[in-house]
Every structure is written in structure tokens, then in C-alpha cells.
């Protein structure tokens, strides 16, 4: 069975990880976001490819949702002495990654050959691919300073900043990394993970093809939204400065076209009949995972629900 | 009294600490080889500037000669789990140099401005120059592996391939970098320090201005090469391979059409007539700098020895 997942950062680290867990019974493939990719001190820096390779490989700090465990920040501290800045938090081990990476993207390799390497070196067993090897940016339109780039708005400024729209600048031009379009074309079931709608998921959706792809084959999305609060990140917060209530509700109706399935947490039983109303199938289960097990609990969930809902669809297409 | 010395790495450092160790009493410059400059990892490296501003801020690793004290390597640990180049040393305090540096030039900062704020935060009282904020390359032509880049040459051959030539990459269209014409203009000492001929100073001595300044006021050099051999380093080796026999004798052969004087080694007494006869005056000396003490003795010798090259010309032109 190959499954594909659609991640940004933490949530979809996590979920792509309980996946991993089920593995060899499944083949799987993570698409990840690279919109919020930039440049910091000269090094490319790819704050989702990494926490979903750290987490796959297990060397991701659980405490923190970014960079590597036992990490030490020695030349985070010294850049500070000579006066740099130290709002991106550059750990030592995990600023290996960023050097490196930019090294071979400067010898001319593409991002997706330079993941492959390091989830080898790393032991990772899954297909992790950028969503793109073609630069994509994501850019915030804030109400306080205008057009900022993705990390400024989520780093810089901690998500302070009310949003009024998003950009993928690049988009248009970018092409899917090669076997992202295979990868989604070949899925028996496509997740699309609990990141934030907004700036994970949709730069993944706005490439040629991606949309059209999942759209033809329809996907299973787990709510990032428990009870109108995100467990990281400021989708809810970005859902309310849009003038949309945020709840599961209304990421099940950002993603309807895509939709089979749906995934909420049993928080939002209450719900439930306003998203099956919508023609979607809901499975209602524990959404958070606090450790490996829970992680690979909600995989095998899915992948149960998916098989439910294939059951389903052949009964009545036959 | 303005002293301007010109350096490249460890030897031309220590003097340089020597002389600075005589503030306030006198006013140091120090115009540093930017020469073996290269790009790693996309991090601009400057091992001359680094290593001079190390030792004059007391951060000099006195062990290896490059690179800061008491520093770790878990970035590079962890560079070569993923199979990334490891022949070039990069600790962890060292690192936070290059990746501040690389900001700032990345922001447009001329090189000599980056070295400024450094030296601020480093407290460092000396006016530190690099010898031009242009782009100069060391190449060097090699038996072995035709023309190859300094640090090639120097780390991942380790000095190895017999040279055959020289030449600096960009020094006829490069500037001396600001300060540095002025600071030969106004010195009463300009002391070329016992470090590599061939490519520590030469680098410095190739650019627009800097030859005939000092040929219009005359310096003193120091030999890095004592009965044949340096102390660190290929200088001898590469006169060796270019046919000529290595001694201090050679040195200020070397540097003849700029010496008022030539400061060598006690060990090598008996050239000093040799020298003395080529029209230089010799100082003979303890050169050889293994702590802070012997540095600032060997720069109070020198300043000596200069008040009497002076009073002896003035003697004679008057």
C-alpha cells in the first residue's frame, strides 16, 4: 500500500512519523512543504524538511518542535558577542545541516538529490521529497508591515502581526520535485497532515499539477484545529484575522474538494454532523500525539479508515 | 610613533601582538594578506584576518595556530555524518566568525568595515586592515595539479605539490582597501613581519600603491626563515622549489628594494655580513616568539633598532 503525506512542520512531522512506524506494511512518501525555506547568514535554510527528516530520523528535540535533541548553540553565542542576530535559534548540530546543504545546492545539486543523501546518512527509510526544487516563497500580507517573508512574520515578529493574505511567490513557475507528481499519481491513500492549512499545506497544493492530482484521487485530512485552537502554530489565529470561526469545521470545508476523509479529534464530536453534511466520511478519534505510540496509533487509524471508506466507495460504485 | 605592519597568518600575528602589547605608546596598524580568502560552505573564510584578530583579542588558539581557543567541533562532527568535507577546521567559535561575516557582506558591508565592528567587539585597539575589500585570490601553480587555489594548496594538499609560480587573482583590479595607503603614508615604522614571502606578503605588496609607498619610505623586515627552515609553514620549501636556496639571506634578497633594515634570527649570525652587504642593516636577534613576553620584546627591539636606522640616515643626509 503506498501511502503519501502532505506535512509542513511539527504536526506533520509527527503524523508522517507514526507512518513511517507502520512501515515496511506500507511504502511511504512525505511531500513537504519548502515555502518557508530562506537564507540566514548565507546558508539555505528548510525549517520543514528538516523537522520532518530530525523526526523521521529521531533526532528531533521533542521539547522544542524545531531543531535537533541534546543540540548545544555554542556559535549561536558567539554570533551574539560579535553583535548578530540570534532570533532564528541555529543550534550547533543543527546548523551541520544547513552547511552542508548548502554546499551541495551550491555545487549545483537539486534540493531533492541533497534530502535523499541526508535521509540515507540519517537511516530514514521513507521518501521524504521537497515539494519543489524550484524556489517558492511564502510571503504574509500583514496588516503592520505590508508583504513580509514567512519567517520574519513566524520568527522575527512570533506571529504578532495580524494576516490579510498569503503568496507563494514562485509558485507559478515551480515545478513539483521529480516523483512528487508519481508519488501522488501511485498513492492508495494521500494524507493530507495537520499542519497549518494556510502556509503548509496550501504551497504544497499550489503547484502545477498537485491539486489536479489529489483532486482525482481524493485525500484524508486530519484537522490541525481542536476545540478552535492550533496545538502549534497560528492557524487559528491566521482563520480568525480572515473572518472564518476556527474550528475542524472549517478546515473540512477548506479542503472539500480533496476530501474523502476527514480526521477530528473526539474533543470536536459536536461537530462532527456539520462536516458529514458536507459529504465527507469523519473519523473521530484522539488526533494528539504526545509520543511515538500515539503517533503510530492515529496512522493505523487512518489507514483503517481508508480502507473503510474505499469498502464504501466500491460498494457504490459497483 | 605610527608602526604599520604587514601580516599574513601566525608569524606575521604574533609580531603584530608584540607591537600592539607597545600601545599606547605607539599607534599600530596592521594590514593583513586577504590573499588565502575562500568560500566554504558558502561561508566567506578569511584565515589571515582571523588569525590576526584572534591573537590580538587573546582568542588565538596558541596549539594549532588557527582557529580560537578552547573551541569545540560539533558542527563539523556532525558536517561529517552526512559525509561533508572535513580537510578545512571549522570549530564552533570560529564558525560564528565566518557566519557573521558572511551576513554582513551578504547586507553589502565592504570587508574593512566587518573587520572594524569585530575588532570593536573583540577590543581590540589596533586599526586592522585587510589589505584590500576587492576580491584577490592566491593561485598556485603546482608540479602536480596545474593552478590550484591557496587553500587547496595549503590544507587539503597540504603543502605537498611542488610550486612552480604564483599569482594573485584580481590584484590589478583590486584597491588597497581604505586606511591602508594612508597608514603606510603616515607611519614612522612599516615592518614587513616574518611571515610567508611568496604568499602572505606578496598578495599585499601586489596591489595599486602599496609597492611604491613602501619603496618611498622603507621598511624592516623580519626573516621567517632561521638557518633555512620556517618556523611554520612552506616558505622554505617554496624557495627551495623555485631554486632558490632558503635562508634568511634569500629573504632579504627578497625584499631588498624596500629594506632600510632586516631583522635575523642569532642563529643565523653568520649571514649577517652577507646581508649587511647588499647596503641593509641588520639586526640580530631572538626571533623565534614562543610566548607574549618574547613578542613584545622582539617588537621593543625592532622599535629600538628603527630609531637607529633613523638617526643613522639622518646623520647621513644631513
Same mark, same amino acid.
Given at each position: ?18 507512518? @513511517? ?104 527509510? @521513507? ?46 513557475? @515551480? ?144
Amino acid at each position: 500500500m503506498n501511502v503519501t503525506v502532505l506535512a509542513g512542520g511539527v504536526g506533520g512531522a509527527k503524523l508522517a512519523h507514526g507512518f @513511517a512506524l507502520c512501515q515496511p506494511e506500507i511504502r511511504l512518501t512525505v511531500i513537504v512543504n519548502t515555502g518557508d525555506d530562506f537564507d540566514h547568514f548565507g546558508l539555505r535554510i528548510c525549517p520543514d524538511l528538516d523537522t520532518v527528516c530530525y523526526t523521521l530520523a529521531g533526532l528531533a528535540n521533542p521539547q522544542t518542535g524545531w531543531g535537533r535533541k541534546e543540540d548545544t548553540f555554542e556559535v549561536l553565542q558567539c554570533v551574539a558577542e560579535l553583535g548578530g542576530p540570534t532570533w532564528f535559534k541555529l543550534g550547533d548540530k543543527d546548523l551541520a545541516t544547513h552547511l552542508e546543504r548548502t554546499r551541495l545546492l551550491k555545487e549545483g545539486q537539486p534540493l531533492s538529490r541533497v534530502v535523499k543523501t541526508f535521509c540515507e546518512r540519517w537511516g530514514i527509510e @521513507a521518501q521524504v521529497l521537497p515539494m519543489s526544487d524550484d524556489p517558492v516563497r511564502t510571503m504574509v500580507h500583514t496588516q503592520e508591515y505590508g508583504w513580509i517573508g514567512f519567517q520574519d512574520y513566524f520568527v522575527r515578529y512570533g506571529c504578532q502581526p495580524a494576516v490579510k493574505d498569503f503568496a507563494f511567490e514562485g509558485c507559478e513557475r @515551480a515545478s513539483p520535485a521529480p516523483g512528487v507528481i508519481e508519488a501522488l499519481e501511485a498513492s492508495d491513500l494521500i494524507v493530507i497532515a495537520p499542519s497549518n492549512p494556510w502556509v503548509s499545506v496550501q504551497p504544497i497544493l499550489s503547484l502545477k499539477g498537485v491539486s489536479s492530482t489529489i483532486h482525482s484521487k481524493k485525500a484524508i485530512a486530519v484537522s490541525p484545529i481542536i476545540q478552535g485552537r492550533t496545538v502549534k502554530g497560528p492557524a487559528a489565529k491566521m482563520y480568525r484575522e480572515l473572518g472564518i470561526e476556527p474550528s475542524a469545521l472549517a478546515v473540512a470545508r477548506h479542503y472539500q474538494p480533496f476530501l474523502w476523509g476527514f480526521v477530528m479529534d473526539e474533543l470536536d464530536r459536536g461537530l462532527e454532523s456539520s462536516v458529514r453534511s458536507s459529504g465527507i466520511m469523519v473519523l473521530i478519534t484522539q488526533t494528539m500525539m504526545h509520543n511515538e505510540q500515539e503517533r503510530l496509533t492515529l496512522a493505523k487509524k487512518i489507514l483503517t479508515f481508508s480502507k473503510e471508506i474505499y469498502q464504501n466507495r466500491e460498494r457504490r460504485e459497483f
